[in-house]
């Protein structure tokens, strides 16, 4: 199979390296850029780049369109004309409706979406195994030809991820609410907070770890989020507006002083978060164990140690360091009940004392 | 120095321990339910205990009420009935502004609050050194005794945390954003995409990283946090109503699809994350590494332990788990431009990828 990927940034450069070693494909690469497109020859990456888009799709089986949100339309535009009649063009992109309603009318398009690989960027951090695991989207349309559809999912099975077809408004307004919501309000929180305690320059700002945890997103990739944002505008208004409108009704039943209500409201959350958490996992129910430690280096390799050695693998971990950084807890996520009950043990058996939360 | 501790539970508990232990006080303790008076006297957390509040009060040159928020206003003016005139009464409750409302008439009572304990609760996980380094926020009004005062800012002082007063309404303000509205808003967003979720049941509920960050603390100890949002209704309420109307700026600024000025707020946003993280540590500039891992039991431990035999510090860690929990990325925040560095060298040494992100 003969692949073009056009964009060759970490998504790029990882179905690129993807393709070559575990599907054995022929890779043309193109980039807007040249040093990243010298990097990813270097890197095997692809097996030759082309000097234009035209020239990378000549004779390919599947484009792979892997460019900043904004760019996708212009890029796969250009795919499409300059691709066969049997040839599969997708992308990568965060949001998908923009792209289908320009694009869905032509049977040789179907978008997609990795999810995978916002943490890093650059081709220089492109990996084979990138997408291991990884859900990967895919927004076909009824107009869509099924033998490509058939020939894009398995060239994305193949890739090591878990394609997945969705409808492009329902993909974008549940990436609205996992994704996008979540950064805006991690920035309203910041910037409430940051107005709140500069208001009086006396007092020093101690954040505590729920703000920690709620606004780590706040202002990540500006250029970026802006496109994502700006491209999905009318599901992240719609996400923002129920946002506020349970606001509302939050801020109502912590008015009326009802704690009665207010504790049924809190914990229904909870058993929300749960049962979210959870429905991620095969590995079992998330469990949480609390550990007090000193905060000196070496304590949470010591902790991560004793549980790894017990194979007892954490699933997420968060450290809540005390103001003077001294001293702190972490909270360690493990699935299963034995396992956690494990996980206890071995943490008292180091000295630090441990707890697992009761559900509920 | 002859001490009362009022209520048993983490906080009565760890005051009662670093004032034998730290101070050499003579501990007295009362507590509502019986088992836990017991556990107390057995761990050594009291001297002696008393039948009643009068009776642990009869004598003491200080009185620590470590109840629950709303069980406070009772105990609080049973002590101070109880007290004499050279004693100072105080507590450990998360909100100020009612108790000093009904009690800051009273030259004896100055209000208390720790930041320290929430991550576990009982007095069983009480420490001598729960308070080390921890901020204690005192509550005096101007009708507050300086004599009284100054002694229990010196015993604070002498367990371990450091004592700054603040006017209790600054307090509760400042809770309302640093910490109740947190909560808030992560209820928000679990109840919320539980919704979307399982709108379509044929839909795998597959969340983010930012998703789970911001939905960490969703339902925690609902009793406590009924207790806590009631409490402190007014600050929160005008709190939430901060964070909705700048929602609706951002959902304006989004709805016009003006990338650039959507950019610049998202940036600010970033830019009042790093000022408040940066504020909060002695340590130099937070910055922030990206790992790309494998997700195996002792993956964490292995990066840990390099990092704490080279000295190296991790102030904040975040694990992003990929979908099939097998690979995943972690990012790490180190204090300090050289040592972060130093840290990336020591991960790639162990032939993980890893990105010291820009800041900006």
Same mark, same amino acid.
């Given at each position: 199979?003969?692949? !073009?990927? &056009? ?31 010298? +990097? ?9 780049? !082309? ?8 004779? /390919? $089986? ?8 904004? %760019? @996708?339309?212009?890029?796969?535009? =250009? %795919? &499409? ?14 949001? +998908?409706?923009?792209?289908?309603? #320009? ?13 995978? *690989? ?7 951090? /492109?990996?084979?195994? @990138? ?45 609205? =609410? ?7 309000? /991690? ?10 305690? =500069?208001? $009086? ?17 706040? *202002? ?5 989020? !802006? ?19 349970? @606001? ?19 914990? !229904? ?9 959870? /429905? ?18 070496? =304590?949470? #390799? ?33 699935? *299963? +009940?034995?396992?956690?009950? +494990? ?6 058996? @180091? ?10």
């Amino acid at each position: 199979m003969r692949v !073009a990927v &056009l964009g060759l940034g970490l998504i790029g450069g990882s179905i690129g390296l993807a393709a070559r070693r575990r599907l054995e494909c022929e890779v043309v690469g193109w980039g807007p850029n040249r040093p990243s497109v010298e +990097k990813a020859l270097e890197l095997g990456v692809v097996g030759c780049a !082309a000097g234009s888009v035209e020239e990378a799709c000549e004779g /390919a $089986d599947a484009v792979f369109c892997a460019a900043p949100v904004s %760019a @996708l339309p212009d890029l796969i535009g =250009t %795919a &499409l004309k300059a691709s066969g009649a049997e040839t599969v063009v997708t992308d990568a992109g965060s949001t +998908k409706r923009e792209l289908v309603a #320009a694009f869905g009318e032509d049977e040789r398009f179907i978008g997609g979406h990795p999810l995978a *690989g916002a943490e890093t960027a650059g081709v220089a951090n /492109a990996r084979a195994d @990138l997408f291991e695991g990884a859900r990967w989207y895919l927004t076909p349309t009824e107009r869509s030809s099924g033998i490509l559809y058939d020939r894009l999912q398995r060239a994305i099975a193949g890739l090591g991820a878990r394609p997945q077809a969705i409808d492009a408004e329902a993909h974008d307004r549940l990436m609205a =609410t996992v994704s996008h919501l979540p950064h805006v309000l /991690a920035n309203v929180l910041a910037s409430q907070a940051a107005a709140e305690l =500069t208001h $009086d320059s006396e007092r020093m700002p101690e954040v505590g770890p729920s703000f920690r945890d709620g606004a780590r997103v706040a *202002g990540s990739n500006p250029v970026i989020w !802006a496109d994502i944002f700006t491209s999905n505008r009318g599901a992240v208004v719609a996400a923002i507006d129920d946002a506020v409108a349970r @606001l509302r009704e939050a801020r109502e039943l912590i008015a009326s002083g009802e704690s009665g209500a207010v504790e049924a409201w809190h914990a !229904a959350a909870g058993a929300d978060r749960r049962r979210l958490s959870q /429905a991620e996992l095969a590995g079992g129910e998330l469990h949480e164990l609390r550990v007090v430690v000193a905060n000196r280096p070496g =304590t949470v #390799a010591e902790l991560a140690l004793a549980l790894g050695e017990a194979g007892v693998n954490i699933e997420d971990m968060a450290l809540h360091p005390a103001a003077d950084m001294q001293s702190g807890a972490i909270t360690l996520w493990v699935a *299963g +009940k034995q396992q956690v009950e +494990k996980a206890a043990v071995l943490v008292r058996e @180091l000295g630090h004392s441990a707890t697992v939360l009761a559900e509920g």
